[in-house]
Nanobody, 123 residues
Framework: QVQLMESGGESVQIGGSLTLSCAAS????????MAWFRQAPGKEREGIAY???????RYADSMKDRFAISQDGAKNTLFLQMNNLKLEDTGQYYC?????????????????WGQGTQVTVSS
């Protein structure tokens, strides 16, 4: 089993920055790829970025200019640095873990999910 807990979400103004964290615990053998997703009200969950088993970061095309994913050396904490936030970045942000080495940004490839943390961007 894997447990994931996100933190760091809050209300910010347009143009602000936030860093989200995801604390991971449990079996390291089944959290090989880690990712961040988000879901806005009334919209489908969308992938932001993931880190594969070898530590390589990959981003959705629309996210790579303002978002940065990283993890600590022990792979126990996943981070998402978000810059120049826009109104459309408002939503619930989730981290996810997959036993696959290269899970990509398809939600169905991730078995374990956190409860999410809310990010609200306002003018």
């Amino acid at each position: 089993q894997v447990q994931l807990m996100e933190s760091g979400g809050e209300s910010v103004q347009i143009g602000g920055s936030l860093t989200l964290s995801c604390a991971a615990s449990g079996d390291t053998r089944i959290r090989n790829a880690m990712a961040w997703f988000r879901q806005a009200p009334g919209k489908e969950r969308e992938g932001i970025a993931y880190i594969d088993y070898f530590g390589n970061a990959r981003y959705a095309d629309s996210m790579k200019d303002r978002f940065a994913i990283s993890q600590d050396g022990a792979k126990n904490t996943l981070f998402l640095q978000m810059n120049n936030l826009k109104l459309e970045d408002t939503g619930q942000y989730y981290c996810a873990a997959s036993a696959s080495w290269y899970a990509g940004l398809t939600p169905s490839r991730y078995t374990y999910w956190g409860q999410g943390t809310q990010v609200t961007v306002s003018s």
